[in-house]
Structures are given as C-alpha cells and as structure tokens.
C-alpha cells in the first residue's frame, strides 16, 4: 500500500492526491514504485484539479471527470519519451512531456516548486532509462560482432634436391575488438548534477555541495 505522506511534503492537495494513490495502487505493475507526484493549482478556481505522477516506469496523466466522480489516466512510458522540461510562469509552471511521436504533452499551474521536484524526477528517471538502452545495445554489439577468418598460406612445393621441410601454419590472429568502456556511477552523477545547475534548477551553492558530496564518497 502506497503511504500517502510522502507525496504531501510540497504542499500537495491531500484529497487529490489521496484519491488518485488510491487507484495508481492498483494500477502499478511489478516492480514499479512511484517517486513523486506533483498536483495542478489553478488561479482561481480548484476544485478538480490534473495530477501528474512519476514512476521508475512511466509518467500517469490523471484527470478528474464527470465532475469529479470519476478520474481518467493516461500514462506514457520512458521508452516512448524523448525529453521532458518545465517552465516557471506568473501562475505556477508548465510541465512539458516531449515523446518520440505525436505532439508534446503540457500540463498547466503546477506550482513552482512541485514543478522543479516533478522535472528532477522525471529528468533522472528518463536519464536512468536511457543509460540501461545504451548497456543494452552495447552487449548486443558485442554479442553480433562476427569473429574474423585469417587464411593460411599453401604449403610450398618441395624441393627435388633437398628432404621436403614441413610447413608449420600460422594460428589465426584473434580479431581485436574495440569496446567502448561506460560511464562510471560518479561520472554520471556529476554529468546530471551540472545539467541542473546549468538549467538553473539548482544554485552555485547547491551545486558545490552535492559535488563535494559525490566525490567525498569516491
């Protein structure tokens, strides 16, 4: 059961989120846990607010309906998105879902903060999901490359004068294979860590700690 708690720690409307926990809980597939959940504030009436939540798997799209008595979800998977991103706006931020196919998905009036927190996680998760394709299709590479055949050359013809000298055949050469070397953990770390700071998701001061911090950890 998914604790509702956590999910309230930046202000969050409980009773939409409450409500919409109650059916992601049956919605999750194995091994899939949620990781935040930001919740639309309109400017002037809020009643029925969009809720966007961020799994290890997918991002769910939930959307009351029929005055609030139902909710309708939608969800798009990490394999299907090219780049997400935010935008700060007078009233809150847009929350953008950019996919391989189709138009981008933009959620309105997410508050600021809950906007920068849902983008982190979302960014890291689709970052994650990446970085596992880029494994992927390195070990199927690895497991395609066909070995290389090394053609002897024929024996010579021996000599009527002197005893026929035996030809020893050369072994073939083993084919030498370049492999490109991945990415350590810390590497990564730092790698996403400068892409907040660069989007100015961070400040200098918070990007110097948690730089000090990875490589404290080395």
């Not at 091994?31 to 009643?47: C, F, G, S, T, W």
């Not at 935008?87 to 138009?103: D, N, T």
């Not at 690895?142 to 010579?156: C, F, I, Q």
């Not at 996403?192 to 200098?204: A, M, R, W």
Request: hydrophobic residues 35%; charged residues 30%.
């Amino acid at each position: 059961m998914i604790l509702i708690d956590r999910f309230l720690s930046d202000e969050q409307d409980p009773k939409a989120v409450e409500k919409v926990l109650g059916k992601l809980n049956d919605m999750l597939t194995s091994n899939e846990e949620l990781i935040y959940m930001a919740v639309q504030k309109k400017p002037a009436v809020n009643l029925l607010p969009d809720c966007i939540a961020v799994s290890n798997k997918r991002i769910f799209y939930c959307e009351p309906g029929n005055f609030g008595i139902t909710m309708n979800f939608k969800d798009i998977s990490w394999k299907s998105i090219k780049e997400v991103s935010f935008k700060e706006e007078l009233f809150g931020s847009k929350f953008i879902c950019v996919p391989l196919h189709g138009e981008n998905i933009i959620t309105e009036y997410i508050p600021k903060v809950q906007a920068r927190k849902l983008y982190q996680a979302a960014y890291e998760q689709l970052e994650s999901f990446k970085e596992q394709q880029r494994q992927l299709d390195l070990e199927e590479r690895r497991s395609s490359t066909s070995p290389v055949t090394v053609n002897t050359l024929p024996a010579p013809e021996p000599v009527q004068e002197e005893e026929p000298q035996a030809f020893i055949s050369q072994p073939p050469v083993a084919p030498v294979i370049q492999i490109e070397e991945p990415e350590d953990e810390t590497t990564l770390k730092l790698r996403k860590l400068k892409s907040l700071y660069d989007k100015h998701l961070i400040t200098q001061e918070e990007y110097e700690a948690k730089k000090a911090d990875i490589l404290d950890s080395l």
